[in-house]
């Protein structure tokens, strides 16, 4: 909770629909949800870096956001909170990695790539702003650990 307000922040300057103050609230309340944040340290204070929310649901680990500051991409920090993820979702039993992606995200594509994830399917103009395709990547999580194990 008491991270919202920084990760508002980096949530409005990236999203064209940024969830709500209200919606990370509920997300933080959902007994299945869980969510990481990834800090750096600048001077003598740690900021915010990135973060992501999960759910766990019937063994499967369900990714619903991933994000990190802008000026901070491509320094492998979404790397790390997706490694940390997997190594937690994996100890609560999750088999299976779940999530959405659009078409033209080279750059969460590429992530996604990384950890061996796979295009199972295509919801074609999902996203209502935009009129985009959603790709539906699935990873099995031993694929994933596998690869986190040599990273
Ligand atoms: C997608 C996102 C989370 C990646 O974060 P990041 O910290 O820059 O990612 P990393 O530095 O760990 O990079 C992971 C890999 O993707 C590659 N990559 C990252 N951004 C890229 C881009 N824009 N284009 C191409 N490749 C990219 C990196 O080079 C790296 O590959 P490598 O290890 O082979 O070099 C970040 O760009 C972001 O927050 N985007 C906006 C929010 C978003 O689209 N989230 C996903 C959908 S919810």
């Known amino acids: 909770m008491e991270d919202l307000d920084e990760i508002l922040a980096i949530e409005n300057s990236t999203f064209s629909r940024p969830w709500s103050k209200d919606v990370f609230v509920r997300e933080l309340q959902i007994p299945i949800s869980r969510s990481l ?5 600048k001077d003598r204070r740690k900021e915010i870096a990135g973060y992501v929310t999960y759910w766990i649901i019937a063994g ?3 990714v619903h956001k991933i994000c990190v500051r802008e000026d901070l991409r491509k320094s492998g920090i979404a790397s790390r909170l997706m490694t940390e993820m997997m190594r937690c979702s994996h100890r609560e039993g999750a088999a299976l990695c779940r999530l959405e992606v659009g078409r033209s995200n ?3 594509k590429r ?4 950890y061996g994830f796979e295009v199972t399917d295509i ?3 999902y996203y209502a702003e935009s009129g985009e395709d959603a790709m539906i990547l699935c990873a099995d999580m031993k694929k994933c650990l596998q690869f986190i194990g040599k990273e």
């Open 37 to 41: 944040v990834a800090r750096i340290q």
């Open 60 to 62: 499967e680990l369900e």
């Open 106 to 108: 080279e750059g969460a």
């Open 111 to 114: 992530l996604y790539e990384k």
């Open 123 to 125: 919801r074609p103009h």
